[in-house]
């Protein structure tokens, strides 16, 4: 069964040997250096220098239409047999948006809220880029649902790192 694993800048290696993944999403600013374990074929790592912010700041890259259309065409080609491994700098709101719009798009027929709630489930500091999500709701065409599912939610508990947390592509509970 397929996976998305969530986990900080901190932890890609490990999250990757302990999955298998072979897919690998960083979204953290240009600066950052991201050592992308040899698994991962480099056709298979997607890097959206971006950094996790909502609105227009000096200095920084505010995630644009492009970036999260490149995440949504990168998981659209995922072809499932191993896991994906997404990080950000804290693995707290960049890779959780990431998340939840991985399992928006590998599965349109899933409600929303039942996909936010089960990101919640699994991570209770989650809080998911705001910007990031808006995006990808008007790129898939999911009026406003996938918004109203991340602000149902809320804000996750407050944490200096997120730990590693996985979430089925396939389960149906």
Request: charged share 25%; aromatic share 6%; net charge negative.
């Amino acid at each position: 069964m397929p996976f998305v694993i969530v986990c900080p800048l901190s932890e890609i290696s490990a999250a990757v040997s302990a999955s298998g993944a072979t897919y690998l999403v960083s979204l953290v600013d240009e600066e950052t250096a991201v050592v992308r374990p040899d698994t991962i074929p480099a056709g298979n790592h997607l890097f959206l220098g971006i950094n996790d912010i909502t609105e227009p700041m000096d200095g920084m890259v505010l995630p644009e239409e492009e970036h999260v259309r490149a995440l949504i065409d990168f998981v659209a080609r995922w072809d499932h047999t191993q896991p994906m491994v997404v990080h950000c700098y804290a693995g707290i709101s960049r890779s959780t948006a990431a998340a939840f719009i991985a399992l928006c798009v590998t599965r349109p027929d899933r409600d929303e809220r039942e996909i936010a709630g089960r990101l919640r489930t699994a991570a209770s500091f989650a809080t998911p880029n705001r910007r990031l999500v808006a995006l990808a709701d008007r790129l898939l065409g999911r009026d406003g649902r996938m918004i109203a599912a991340i602000a149902e939610i809320g804000h996750g508990e407050l944490a200096f790192e997120g730990v590693p947390f996985s979430l089925a592509v396939e389960d149906d509970g």
